[in-house]
């Protein structure tokens, strides 16, 4: 017979999980949102860019999966598995979207770039060789300011084409 | 943007979930949290615990029984688009965005009721059922009863959205049009067609509004004007019939006149998707 | 033939960026931070009466609240930062909780009870015009009146073959950087450092300075990296103050980071505008006058007149009309005061004047293209008729090639007519000032492994402008470009400066590099004739090495650093001053005027939603140092244009309230609603500068919107006066 765990509003919660491989142990209370929790951990590349859902800022591949770590709490993390941007570079080398998007001139302050990142991540997972409409639609939740989005959908193509030729190894989630 | 204290509940079962939410009566259930966080952020809500769901494998499930899918309340809108269910997967596909359609479930969607959802559109054309599970056992409402009204399903505390029940519509034509102001946002309306030709005639039409109302509802009168032999005039009618079901507010994305207006125009595009013609 | 100035150079600035690596304001931690929480205003007009926060206090982790500070900054509401006995508009602060974390704060915040009696607000601009009722009590409603005028206006329109009259508004909208606004404020002993997310540290530190010069001696202010700005990070905030007190009170590091629903409270709203025109031209289309009653809506305070003045100085344009005449009534109102955003002024006159054009255009039944040609000046520098001096430009060389592109647009569109579709071309000639000075700083030092390192004075925050100005750097200095590195942001490091704001750290901040880095090759020119036993004269600077063309001889600039550093312990025995270093200080006698073209085509659908299917921008903004970033510029403004045009507005009901409150209410484009856009570049309309650019950080929103609105307008064959238009009112 199990006894329901139940956390009071007080009460801390230890949860374990990884980030980008690594496993964490991160103790905190029921309320705090994951991206709180990532940030406090160090992955400061996570950002925060609004508080009702709809920037993308803040997106991260948790369990295989694009979500925005500001609507999800750190104690739903517990026991995933999750990647963000300070994940993608490998020993130095650059992820090829990272290249891409240096390549294509997709950034300009940068703020939303990670996210922006991580949803292409999860976009070329999901739609290997997307058309231009698709890559629009597959960033629709995420919002930037200064580029215009289109060297962005440019730096997507291209890391799509990266990909596609087998140039870096690829990292599955 | 910071929730309020709240405390968490880990059930193992979902036995054990509805006991505790049967308990405490300003519990609340956390299933993909797309509708409940963004809600504690602004401190629209403070329940007292949060009942974690999402991971209740008896609710994850999506399957097809004969002649009939059983979609588990904790199918995401992500899992659901890629059922190829006819109509409600397409619905699925237009939800929020990419990233709130990987966490968002149906169960939690229709357990909130926002009246711009997408889902109730097409579930009301579909005939669906919604099978409810409590403390003292289940059972099966059609999902017209079940939305109330606006934020007000027929669910009592201690009671769980189990599964979705639809009929295989396979054979049907359909189409979900959304129009919205831009990308991810509430829809303005949303028109859900579901049709069955035979040759030049339509023999059974449905459509189903949503955001214009305090909840979806069918458009019978259009319904009834289209089972007819297909043709522009018919359609004309039936579009504009529809607009009879609209009672929208005017806001900031539209007057009402306007959201009116768009109905007919939605509801318009929506029978000549479905009939391949758009 | 350079290396690197006007090639599409790889941005220096990424690799820490797309690796999540930038260092923004909220990624900043000391240990013993306290954390803010504002308490703000729920209402736009109300009687403060009391502020309770007994209960707040109550709150572990709660350290202190601070309420009724006032302090004396010019041009701001006279309780300035804190609201002390009147509200003025909803969002602006009242109390600020301190706290030992972000949750902990704003817990507290909501324990906190304002007590206040209900006033009524006032939110139309028109209506306050009236003076009925007072938007700030004590005070009538016209915060200042000016005249722009040139000519006989009355009696050219009196005397018109074709006069007309039309309302244009402009409504206010929200710059919504992605990263909002945060200051740490970090307090040692009588000197502060305030990290801030900021477009200029330098003038943050001078009106910081202004207001606590009495309890520090001095501040340092530093830049870190800034998710975005467009002019909304450059004046002075409350929250700027109330941090810095904090820290000064409790001697401990204190933090505000903004909410998104704060920020766009009070982060300072833009555009705001209402123009009523009487126009009069003669029937070849000569326009002969225009009379404009502006209506600015500035606020809850006015923070100085210059955006109307620009909005007026720049209404003639590019054309030569000289009877004009422009009103201008700055008004309160019970809103968050208004302040710039990108292109500041200017889209406002050019939206005005290039809607005259359209519509004069369809008065004569004349072709657009035709219209401006007659009236476009003919022969640059130009002084205009209230004394704003256009600089070099050739106008019809470029207005000859964006026609070309129009035609094309208009034939597609023609095509696409024939097929039942709305669509309609839209055209817009624009005429900017920018490179607002007064100067700019540079230094340029070479290390003594030959390293060289460029400290600005500007402060980009995206622009990319550290790239270009390091193509400049060693393209002057002959040097690779890997070897150039560009710093900026912060008032230790280099003496004065200005920031980046008005299109101007490239020129200003790049020029004075230019003139940096040449006296860094003087220099270097003395000390080899130190190190080469030659005669200065002897020597030349060349491609990256200083050589005595009679001898041979040469040292490289990395040699000549290497040399000057000798041995540690050792003497120096030169007659020149040991260090590679130029500092330059560059500033311009005039603003600059860059000019440019849009042609959009658009179709408007059955549900009156807007969509762009071709786009063409073209500009002369002199020598174009990096096309990349340049074009990148143009795509970011044309896309917050077409934002300003059919989706953005800020919206209070009647009562003051904001209806738009969130990202999810105020809504900017998105990828699926934003489109391609081509952009060409020409380059004669060289500035006066050594390196003779002229700055593209705003042309692209000045030039949207008059585009898009009249593509809309011949879609739907119906005259439109409104930014935004939305689609119910198509």
């Known amino acids: 017979m199990n006894e329901v765990k139940v956390y009071e509003k007080d009460q801390k919660v230890k949860i374990h999980f990884k980030v980008n491989g690594q496993d964490v142990e991160y103790e905190t209370e029921p309320r705090k949102l994951l991206v709180h929790a990532l940030r406090e951990l160090g992955f400061t590349g996570v950002h925060i860019g609004c508080d009702t859902s709809n920037c993308g800022a803040c997106t991260v591949i948790m369990n295989g999966k694009s979500v925005k770590s500001c609507t999800v709490l750190a104690v739903e993390a517990d026991g995933s598995e999750i990647l963000t941007v300070e994940g993608l570079a490998k020993d130095g080398k650059l992820h090829p979207i990272q290249e891409a998007f240096w390549e294509k001139h997709a950034l300009q302050c940068g703020y939303c770039t990670p996210g922006m990142i991580m949803e292409a991540y999860w976009l070329l997972k999901e739609k290997p060789d997307p058309t231009e409409e698709e890559i629009r639609e597959g960033i629709s939740g995420n919002l930037c300011r200064c580029t215009g989005y289109q060297n962005i959908v440019e730096a997507v193509k291209l890391a799509s084409q990266k990909l596609r030729l087998g140039q870096t190894p690829y990292q599955r989630q | 943007m910071y929730p309020p204290k709240i405390g968490y509940v880990i059930p193992d079962s979902v036995t054990e979930a509805l006991e505790f939410l049967e308990k405490h009566d300003d519990a609340k259930p956390l299933a993909g949290g797309h509708s409940l966080i963004p809600m504690l952020k602004l401190r629209l809500l403070r329940p007292s615990y949060l009942v974690e769901i999402r991971r209740l494998q008896e609710l994850k ?108 519509y396979s054979g049907y034509k359909y189409s979900y049009q959304k129009l919205e102001r831009r990308a991810g946002d509430f829809a303005i309306v949303g028109v859900a067609v579901l049709l069955k030709v035979d040759g030049e005639e339509i ?41 009879k079901y609209a009672n929208p507010t005017s806001d900031i994305r539209g007057t009402a006149e306007y959201k009116k207006k768009v109905t007919k125009v939605m509801t318009k595009r929506a029978i000549l998707t479905a009939l391949g013609k758009r | 033939m350079s290396r690197y100035i006007g ?161 244009l508004v402009i409504s206010r909208v929200y710059p919504a950087a992605m990263e909002p606004r945060g200051v740490i404020s970090v307090y040692q002993q009588g000197f502060l450092t305030v990290y801030s997310s900021t477009q200029s540290p330098h003038y943050m530190r001078r009106y910081l300075l202004n207001a606590f010069a009495d309890k520090v001696k001095d501040i340092r202010v530093i830049q870190p990296d800034v998710g975005g700005a467009f002019g909304s990070k450059l004046f002075p905030y409350p929250e700027d103050y109330i941090t810095v007190y904090a820290s000064l009170l409790y001697e401990r590091p204190v933090k505000w980071i903004a909410t998104r629903s704060e920020d766009i409270r009070q982060t300072y709203h833009a555009r705001g505008q209402i123009h009523k025109v009487k126009v009069g031209a003669k029937r070849d289309g000569t326009l002969t006058g225009i009379i404009d009653d502006l209506i600015i809506d500035l606020g809850a305070a006015s923070h100085g007149t210059y955006l109307a003045d620009i909005a007026a100085q720049m209404l003639p344009g590019p054309y030569s009309i000289r009877d004009i005449k422009v009103e201008v009534y700055g008004v309160y109102t019970n809103k968050t005061p208004l302040d710039q955003y990108r292109g500041a002024g200017r889209p406002e006159a050019t939206f005005v004047i290039e809607r005259i054009m359209s519509i004069l255009a369809d008065e004569l039944k004349m072709d657009e293209i035709e219209l401006r040609k007659k009236n476009l000046i003919k022969s640059t520098p130009y002084v205009n008729p209230f004394g704003v001096k256009y600089d070099n430009g050739d106008y019809a060389s470029l207005l000859n090639k964006a026609e070309q592109v129009y035609r ?41 492994d030959g390293r060289v390192l460029v400290i600005i004075g500007a402060a980009p925050h995206g622009q990319g402008t550290a790239t270009g100005i390091a193509q400049i750097v060693a393209d002057e200095l002959g040097v690779d470009i890997d070897n150039v590195d560009v710093i900026w942001g912060d008032t230790s490091t280099i003496g004065e400066g200005y920031g980046t704001y008005g299109s101007r750290s490239l020129t200003l901040a790049g020029n004075a590099a230019l003139l940096a880095s040449r006296k860094v090759k003087e220099k270097a020119i003395r000390l080899a004739a130190q190190f080469l036993k030659s005669d200065p004269q002897e020597l030349e600077y060349k491609d990256g090495k200083v050589v005595n063309p009679k001898t041979g001889k040469s040292m490289t600039l990395k040699e000549i650093a ?118 060409e570049y020409m380059e004669k309309g060289k500035s006066d500068a050594p390196l003779p650019a002229k700055g593209i950080g705003e042309g692209a929103t000045i030039g949207t919107p008059p585009s898009v609105l009249r593509a809309m307008e011949k879609a739907v064959g119906k005259r439109l006066t409104k930014l935004p238009t939305l689609p119910w009112d198509l």
Not at chain 3, 8 to 32: A, H, M, N, S, W
Not at chain 3, 96 to 118: F, G, M, N, P, R
Not at chain 3, 616 to 641: F, K, R, S, T
Request: charged share 25%; aromatic share 8%.
């Open chain 2, 61 to 168: 499930y999506l399957r097809k029984d004969g002649a009939q899918y059983s979609i588990g309340a904790l199918s995401t809108h992500y899992e659901i688009s890629k059922a190829n269910i006819p109509l409600l997967s397409e619905t699925a596909s237009k939800i929020g965005d990419p990233q709130v359609r990987n966490m968002g479930t149906i169960g939690g969607s229709i357990s909130h009721l926002d009246p711009s959802a997408d889902y109730p559109a097409a579930l009301i054309v579909l005939d669906a059922k919604v099978k409810v599970v409590g403390t003292k056992g289940e059972r099966v409402v059609d999902f017209a009863s079940f939305a109330k009204d606006m934020f007000t399903p027929d669910l009592n505390q201690g009671e769980l959205v189990k599964e979705v029940l639809i009929n295989d």
């Open chain 2, 203 to 243: 023999k059974d039409a449905r459509i189903g509004l949503t955001a214009v109302n305090t909840k979806a509802v069918r458009a019978t009168e259009a319904e009834n004007v289209l089972k007819d032999k297909i043709c522009e005039k018919t359609i004309e009618v039936a579009s504009d019939l529809a607009v």
């Open chain 3, 7 to 167: 090639k599409r150079i790889k941005r220096k600035e990424d690799p820490k960026l797309i690796t999540g690596q930038g260092r923004y304001v909220d990624d900043i931690e000391f240990p013993g931070t306290l954390y803010l929480a504002i308490v703000r205003s729920p209402v736009a007009h109300a009687t403060l009466k009391k502020v309770d926060f007994s209960d707040a206090l109550k709150l572990s982790g709660v350290v202190g609240v601070i309420t009724g500070l006032n302090l004396r900054v010019e041009n701001r509401p006279s309780n300035f930062p804190m609201a002390k006995t009147e509200l003025l508009y909803v969002g602006q602060p009242v109390a600020a909780v301190v706290a030992k974390d972000k949750y902990t704060a704003y817990d507290a915040a909501e324990l906190v009870q304002i007590d206040y009696d209900s006033l009524p607000a006032v939110t139309d601009p028109e209506e306050a015009l009236k003076d009925d009722v007072k938007a700030v009590e004590g005070k009538g409603n016209v915060a200042y009146r000016k005249t722009y005028s040139s000519g006989n206006p009355e009696k050219a329109i009196s005397e018109a073959d074709v006069s007309f009259e039309e309302k």
């Open chain 3, 408 to 448: 094309e647009m208009e034939r597609k569109a023609e095509k696409l007519r024939s097929e039942g579709r709305k669509v309609g071309v839209g055209f817009s000639f624009y005429l900017e000032m920018n490179n607002f000075g007064p100067w700019e700083s540079a230094s340029v030092r070479v290390r003594g």
């Open chain 3, 562 to 679: 290497a040399k000057s550093m000798s041995v540690l312990g050792g003497v120096w025995r030169y007659k020149e001053e040991p260090g590679l270093e130029g500092t330059a200080y560059f500033g311009l006698d005039n603003l600059t005027y860059p000019y440019g073209s849009h042609v959009a085509l658009v179709e408007v659908d059955d549900t009156g939603f807007v969509k762009v299917l071709d786009y063409y921008a073209i500009d002369d903004i002199g020598l174009v140092v990096n096309p990349m970033l340049a074009e990148g510029q143009v795509m970011g403004g044309v896309i917050q244009g077409f934002g300003e045009t059919v989706l953005e507005e800020v919206i209070h009901d009647k009562e003051g309230n904001l209806l738009t409150g969130t990202f999810g209410d105020y809504m900017i484009p998105t990828a699926v609603e934003a489109f391609n856009i081509k952009w």
